[in-house]
């Protein structure tokens, strides 16, 4: 089993910033892929973000430019520079790991708790 455990969150001003932060643990072999969703109230989740093992990133338009996503491979630990918040980057933020286990033949997904991100105007 693998755990993905997120902080950061929280509330801040429109034109500030934020960083979050994911840590994966458990029966961890290799993480192909870390990913950063988000869930806006009465909307679809969607993605923000995602960096492969070889730190290929790929963003979402809305966030280009203004987040940065990162990954510590020695500490299986995932990052989220927000810049430049807007109160519609308002939403739960959620990671997503895909992981291939100890023992596993084939990789599967995780996700995390989520974590609050409110951006006040």
């Known amino acids: 089993q693998v755990q993905l455990v997120e902080s950061g969150g929280g509330l801040v001003q429109a034109g500030g910033s934020l960083r979050l932060s994911c840590a994966a643990s458990?029966?961890?072999?290799?993480?192909?892929?870390f990913g950063w969703y988000r869930q806006a109230p009465g909307k679809q989740r969607e993605l923000v973000a995602r960096?492969?093992?070889?730190?290929?990133?790929n963003y979402a338009d809305s966030v280009k430019g203004r987040f940065t996503i990162s990954r510590d491979n020695a500490k299986n630990t995932v990052y989220l520079q927000m810049n430049s918040l807007k109160p519609e980057d308002t939403a739960v933020y959620y990671c997503?790991?895909?992981?291939?286990?100890?023992?596993?033949?084939?990789?599967?997904?995780?996700w995390g708790q989520g974590t609050q991100v409110t951006v006040s105007s």
């Open positions: 458990g029966s961890i072999f290799v993480i192909n892929v």
């Open positions: 960096i492969t093992s070889g730190s290929s990133t």
């Open positions: 997503a790991a895909d992981v291939l286990g100890l023992i596993a033949t084939l990789p599967q997904a995780y």
